[in-house]
Each structure stands twice: as structure tokens, then as C-alpha cells.
């Protein structure tokens, strides 16, 4: 699986279709984000959201052929999954990180964590519970380890809201069921953790000058003695150098009237896509801060801004935390169904980017549908620019 014409059609299809689905999702559940002042993030999470998807596709169709999940000999559709997830993490750093540059530094944890709950924990308990209902079914009603154990993990694997790292439930790995993407919220919940106390750094002069002096210091501290391994949370610096850049008249100025920006941010991407094979390493980061640079200070009049706002861009990327947490649930179904009808192994190329295709359609409804009934309930929607998930 190496021909990248595949995800293109399939973008497109469901670009297409997304625009197509107004029974499922009126445009009020949706277009309220075009008040957001950042439009483009909103945006991008619709093409994100998919590309995690294919990577996790390929991933899935591997395991059925080798029985190991891991990642595809493909580096394009690696770095499918891992790049996405690099933008998710700067955009989640851009948009707390400028909300506190607004309040001058001081964040309400409780304010924080309320609303970071209600935005991640219905969807995520829903995918949870799903999950835990397959690893009922696998052991067959039976206990394979102790009782206490058992509710331990069951407790944390559904309440824990993916801060636990918890591989195994009843000694059933549960990646394959659809856990394998629950890991980067571990990351997100310690970003927001971290970040109220971060933010005091803000408040004055001499204090941004000492947070600066300390993050360049640790930065290189990092860089010297642990180069082979990039610290994950350094992933959310690229929106937080973006935040910076954005809320500076001067250098906003600069950077958005600089028509060359825009390709110089996609030669990036296509840098990481080309030179590299992994996202999470500091050639990666460097080129992602250029990328992310690039893509908060686009130009409204450019093509990429105008696709990113359209119709389908904006329901896509509504209903994109869904499309994220559920994606793996929604393969793992698919195929172990399929598998029963036709094996898995058999598929050729051609075989298997149909099959996926109708997945990705199929995927989209239910998306849609998470997110109607069970993430839109608990959204402020008078705020929803606000607590949008990267």
C-alpha cells in the first residue's frame, strides 16, 4: 500500500458527501464556527481527522495479513497518522496558549478542566464503553485475572478519559478494539495540566523573560544529551511560537502580507513527508513550526483559506474529535465482520481501497452522529469557538 492517489479520492469523496448530508447534520449544529477568529484550524481538523483514519486503515489491513500492529512500511502512510497528530497538538497549544496570552497569564484551572471534560469525556466514554463491550464478547463473559484488577482497569480504561495508560482489560490488549488512538489525549491532559502554571509567565516583562530563558535552557538541555528522543509535549511548541508571532502586531503584520508564506509552509510539510520518518523528532518540529506559522496567518484572499472555510470543511471539522475516537472502532468492526464473508488476506490493492472507501462514508455518518448526540449536548455553544478540540 504505497500509491498516495488513493487518499486523495477518498478526501475528495468525502468532502463531497459531507456536503451532501444536511438530513444528518443541519448547518446550525456547525456553522456557528464561522465565528471563530482562527477559521482555518477549524478547517484543517477535517483533513486531519481522515488522514488518521486512512494510516489506521492500512495499519489494520497489515495486522490482518501479519497478525502484528505496528506501523505500515509505508512512510507516507506513517507519517499519515503522526503528522496530523503533530498539527492536532500544535493547534491545541495555539489556541490555550493565546487565551492566556489574553488574560495576561492567569488561568483558571477550574474553569480549564471543567470545560476540557465536558469537551473530551462524551465521546471518549462512548468509544470506552464500545470497546469494553468487544473485550466482554473476546473473553467470553470469562475472568481471566483478579477481580480487584479487573475493576481497576475497567474503572480507569472508562473514567480515566485517556490519561491512564491502560494497554490491557480482562489481558486483552485493546488497541486493535480501537484504543490505539486514546494515547495523545494522555499528552493533551498533561499540556492543560501544565498549563495554568505556565502561564504565570506571562504576567509581567521580567517574567516572560525568565519563562524564555528557562525553555531555551531545557530545550537545549534536551537537545544535547537526549537528541535520539524528542520529548512528546515539545509537539505543542509550534502553536505556542504561532501564538506568540500572531498576538505581536508587528510580526502578525509581516507574516500575513508575505505571499511567499504560504508555499514556504507547504514545502515543509512536504519536507516531513518526503525527507523524514517520524514526526517526532526536531528536523520535524522545526519544519512543523514553519508549517503551523504559515497556516495561522494565511491569507484570507488564498485558495487554501477559501477550501478550508466551505461547507463541507467546516461539518468535517466539527465532527472531527468523533471521526478521531472512534475511527479505530469503526475499522476493527468493519473488518472482523468482513473477514467473515471474504478474508482479509485475500484483498488485493484495488479490493481494498473500495472497501475502505465505503468505510470512510460510513465513518463520516457516524461521526456525525456522535457528535450531534452526544457531543453537541454538552457543548457552550455560545462559546463552541472556545472549546473546539484540536
Known amino acids: 500500500m504505497t500509491s498516495v492517489l488513493p487518499y486523495f479520492f477518498i478526501m475528495g469523496l468525502c468532502f463531497f458527501f459531507a456536503n451532501n448530508i444536511q438530513w444528518l447534520l443541519p448547518e446550525s449544529y456547525y456553522l456557528d464556527s464561522s465565528t471563530q477568529r482562527h477559521q482555518s484550524i477549524n478547517g484543517i481538523r477535517s483533513i486531519l ?4 483514519f486512512m494510516h489506521h486503515a ?17 512512510n507516507f502512510y506513517t507519517l499519515l497518522g503522526q503528522v496530523p497528530v503533530g498539527i492536532f ?10 487565551k492566556a496570552i489574553h488574560s495576561a497569564g492567569r488561568v483558571s484551572y477550574k474553569k480549564l478542566m471543567i470545560s476540557r471534560v465536558k469537551r473530551i469525556a462524551p465521546a471518549y466514554m462512548l468509544a470506552a464503553t464500545i470497546i469494553l463491550g468487544i473485550v466482554a464478547w473476546e473473553s467470553k463473559l470469562t475472568v481471566a485475572v483478579s477481580n480487584g484488577e479487573l ?3 475497567t474503572l480507569g480504561f472508562l473514567f480515566g478519559i485517556g490519561f491512564f495508560s491502560i494497554q490491557t482489560v480482562n489481558n486483552i490488549h485493546t488497541a486493535v478494539f480501537g484504543s490505539s488512538v486514546f494515547w495523545s489525549l494522555k499528552y493533551e491532559w498533561k499540556f492543560y495540566i501544565a498549563l495554568p502554571l505556565i502561564a504565570i509567565f506571562l504576567r509581567n516583562i521580567i517574567l516572560k523573560r525568565i519563562g524564555f530563558m528557562l525553555l531555551i535552557c531545557y530545550f537545549l538541555y534536551k537537545i544535547s544529551f537526549y537528541y535520539s528522543s524528542m520529548p512528546m509535549i515539545f509537539s505543542f511548541l509550534p502553536g505556542m511560537i504561532s501564538a506568540h508571532l500572531y498576538n505581536n502586531s508587528v510580526s502578525r503584520k509581516i507574516l500575513t502580507e508575505n505571499r511567499l508564506l504560504p508555499f514556504v509552509g507547504m514545502g515543509s510539510l512536504i519536507f516531513i513527508f518526503t525527507f523524514s520518518s517520524t514526526m517526532y523528532n526536531y528536523v520535524s518540529l522545526f519544519f512543523m513550526c514553519i508549517f503551523f506559522i504559515s497556516l495561522v496567518h494565511i491569507q484570507q484572499e488564498s485558495k487554501v483559506y477559501k477550501l478550508l472555510q466551505t461547507r463541507p470543511a467546516k461539518l468535517l471539522g466539527s465532527i472531527s474529535y468523533s471521526t478521531y475516537i472512534i475511527h479505530c472502532i469503526v475499522l476493527y468492526l468493519s473488518f472482523y465482520m468482513m473477514n467473515i464473508i471474504y478474508p482479509i488476506k485475500q484483498f488485493n490493492e484495488g479490493q481494498f ?14 461521526s456525525a452522529l456522535s457528535y450531534r448526540y452526544v457531543e453537541y449536548p454538552f457543548l457552550n455553544v455560545k462559546n463552541k469557538p472556545d472549546i473546539q478540540h484540536s
Open 49 to 52: 481527522a481522515l488522514s488518521v
Open 353 to 366: 481501497w473500495m472497501f475502505i472507501t465505503f468505510i470512510a462514508l460510513f465513518l463520516v455518518v457516524v
Open 89 to 98: 497538538f500544535s493547534i491545541t497549544g495555539f489556541l490555550f496558549w493565546e
Open 151 to 153: 475493576i481497576e482497569k
Open 58 to 74: 492500512v495499519i489494520t489491513y497489515y495486522f490482518y495479513q501479519h497478525g502484528r500492529w505496528e506501523s505500515p512500511p509505508s
